[in-house]
């Protein structure tokens, strides 16, 4: 089969968030099933000079946005063993950052429409378009609308994954004609009319082929009003073509056998290397060298989907405990200026890093013996599932991929590889952290979660074996889905 994956960031080139990680980790091992996939992305501003002088233009063409017609380059770069193709036009993709701009609409449908346009004229033609996110819903969308029309285009079958339901690339009704060139009759409620305006991700649900979400719990969770972001009754409409398969992590990247960024690199056979680990992060961040307090980490956008607020609402109590707290995330002013302050309020036990660096994450998960993650939602998460490898214990509520891959101790048992809660309260949260850290107390106990945590397989490898069912399935149908 041939998969075209469209996304709009990959790791290593540029990455906000996990979606990066997905499209860098899934093609690989699609690859080792045989699949020929490749992965298409806007070429940006940000993107590494290294990468940037091996890419050769393979096409040049005009691509219509509404009335207007726009340059588009397709450059391709081997790496890894996989061939990406960058849509290059600096006008829309120049920019310091890769979204949050005012025209992400009218950016973000030149990459769609780019997308279709430049199959005929690179040296490859998917039997599957794979999109993710809203960023490139309105392909899947326009090639049933416009596309199949093309004899070409016809048997082209979709799958569109949705890594986050809560950003949707909602539009004035507008951009309807002045973007995509779409009459009137699209504006419908079966179509792509969302309150008023238009969504991509709406569009992307309405015409794909399949619809995937990145947890089985999530895929649950989406169909209901709570989380289902006024898009719960489609999804409900659709729910014999959705899906939920967990993410996975890079297995070779996140290893602390053999680890680059650690001081010290480790295995479960020889976990006590990890408190060295633990010191060098003590003495990083200037906190006391006490091996015997636990620190709990949290690595994070600071935002309230993360549970930011039931953080906030107990941190007193939680530092009336004996731990060191370190925080590395940056995200909203409130929550910023919060952990400023409570670094300043409680030196010894408290630290908080504002901003990202991928090497120090590293170290933090090395040097952690908890992470907490209380998400009000996670789609899959990719947090928790790292600090495991690194014998980090996730202290997480029970909701989307936290709840498929962390199972809660069971001291009678001897089952579990972390602690959950269910209820997004702050003194389930709390109360959940100190059964935690009574666990952590008894080195018996302790020592079986660790083991229970760094031996859970989460490789892509279960993962693709599914997208791979997935992609047989459709391409053995008939014919596509008609709405």
């Given at each position: 089969m041939k998969v075209l994956f469209v996304v709009s960031e990959c790791v290593p080139f540029v990455k906000s968030g996990g979606l990066a990680d997905v499209a860098g980790s899934l093609p690989k091992e699609m690859k080792k099933l045989g699949t020929d996939i490749r992965v298409i992305l806007p070429k940006y501003q940000s993107i590494n000079e290294e990468y940037k002088v091996k890419m050769k233009k393979t096409a040049e063409i005009s691509v219509p946005v509404g009335w207007r017609n726009q340059y588009c380059g397709i450059e391709e770069l081997q790496f890894e063993g996989i061939t990406y193709y960058f849509v290059d036009n600096e006008y829309y993709f120049f920019r310091e950052n890769l979204y949050g701009y005012f025209d992400d609409g009218e950016r973000f449908a030149y990459f769609n429409r780019a997308v279709l346009d430049c199959l005929g004229l690179i040296d490859f033609f998917p039997d599957i378009i794979h999109c993710h996110d809203w960023h490139t819903g309105m392909i899947l969308f326009l090639l049933k609308s416009q596309y199949q029309a093309i004899e070409s285009y016809k048997d082209i079958r979709t799958v569109f994954t949705i890594h986050n339901l809560k950003f949707q690339g909602v539009m004035p009704r507008e951009a309807l004609q002045d973007l995509f060139g779409l009459s009137n009759q699209y504006f419908h409620i079966d179509h792509l009319e969302f309150y008023g305006q238009i969504s991509f991700m709406k569009g992307a649900i309405v015409a794909a082929d399949k619809i995937t979400t990145v947890s089985p719990t999530y895929k649950q969770e989406i169909q209901m009003e709570h989380y289902g972001e006024r898009l719960h009754g489609l999804l409900l409409k659709r729910k014999n073509d959705l899906e939920g398969i967990i993410n996975g992590i890079d297995a070779a990247l996140y290893d602390p056998k053999n680890d680059p960024c650690l001081l010290e690199r480790y295995n479960l056979e020889a976990i006590e290397r990890k408190q060295e680990n633990k010191r060098y992060i003590q003495e990083k961040f200037g906190l006391p060298t006490h091996m015997n307090t636990p620190i709990v980490a949290m690595i994070t956008r600071l935002t309230e989907q993360k549970g930011l607020d039931l953080v906030r609402g107990v941190f007193q109590e939680l530092m009336s405990e004996n731990i060191q707290m370190i925080i590395l995330g940056t995200g909203d002013a409130q929550f910023e200026q919060f952990f400023r302050e409570m670094e300043w309020a409680y030196p010894e036990k408290c630290r908080a890093y504002i901003g990202f660096d991928e090497e120090l994450a590293h170290q933090l998960y090395a040097g952690a013996d908890l992470f907490l993650m209380p998400s009000k939602f996670e789609p899959c998460g990719l947090g928790q599932m790292i600090a495991m490898k690194y014998g980090a214990i996730p202290v997480v509520r029970e909701t989307g991929g936290l709840n498929d891959t962390v199972q809660s101790f069971n001291?009678?048992?001897?089952?579990?590889?972390?602690?959950?809660?269910?209820?997004?309260?702050?003194?389930?949260?709390?109360?959940?952290?100190?059964?935690?850290?009574?666990?952590y107390r008894n080195e018996l106990y302790w020592k079986n979660i660790v083991r229970n945590a760094m031996t859970a397989d989460f490789s892509w490898a279960q993962s693709a074996e599914k997208y791979n069912d997935l992609y047989s399935e459709i391409v053995s149908r008939s014919e596509s889905h008609v709405f």
């Open positions: 001291e009678l048992t001897g089952e579990g590889n972390g602690f959950t809660f269910s209820h997004f309260n702050a003194h389930d949260m709390l109360f959940t952290v100190q059964k935690a850290l009574r666990f």
